[in-house]
Structure formats: C-alpha cells, structure tokens
Nanobody, 117 residues
C-alpha cells in the first residue's frame, strides 16, 4: 500500500515562508509525477508537480514564490513556499501518479497552511 505523509503545515504571517515535506513509502521514481495540490472552499487545484525527468510545473498563482523539489535518497518531495499571501491558505495535499496500463493516483492526508494578515 502506497503511503504519502505530509508534514510542515502551520500558521505563518503574510510575507513569511514555510516548507512542506511529503515522505513517500516507495521509490519516488516509480511515479510519473509527484507534487502538491491545495484545497480551499471546495476547489482543489494543482500547485506544483515534478515529473520523473525532473521537469516542474507550477500554478500561475505561485510561480516565482513556490519551489518544488525532491530528495531521491529519502523519497521525499518538498514544497518551499515564500512570500506567502492570505489566498495561499488551504489544505495542501501531496500526490503521486503513475501509469501501469491505467493512471493511478495516491494522496496524502493533507496538511493545513494558514496565512494570517
């Protein structure tokens, strides 16, 4: 059973920084993509993802402020969040997706990020 466990959420003031971590229970190179979604007010949106080749994609709203990275030896994915804004407040979910004849998605339990003003 694949498990993704997030950590690092919390409360931070606007303009501050926070780093989320996602520990994956198996080799992250098994996944075509690993990354982060967030959900606020019922809408879940892609924040950032990185593919097996290292290519990254970001939501327009976080470009230049957030950075996704991975530690292959630790099977861990990170999301460095800088210059946080109140609209970044959400539950952040780590996810992994791989293709084995069909696409399979795996999700973490989520971690709350609250940006105070």
């Amino acid at each position: 059973q694949v498990q993704l466990v997030e950590s690092g959420g919390g409360v931070v003031q606007a303009g501050g920084s926070l780093t989320l971590s996602c520990a994956v229970s198996e080799n992250i190179f098994n996944f075509n993509f690993v990354g982060w979604y967030r959900q606020a007010a019922g809408n879940r949106e892609l924040v950032a993802r990185i593919n097996v080749g290292g290519r990254t994609n970001y939501a327009d709203s976080v470009k230049g402020r957030f950075t996704i990275s991975r530690d292959n030896a630790k099977n861990t994915v990170y999301l460095q969040m800088n210059s946080l804004k109140s609209e970044d407040t959400a539950v952040y979910y780590c996810y992994g997706r791989y293709f084995r004849g069909n696409w399979y998605d795996y999700w973490g339990q989520g971690t709350q990020v609250t940006v105070s003003t």
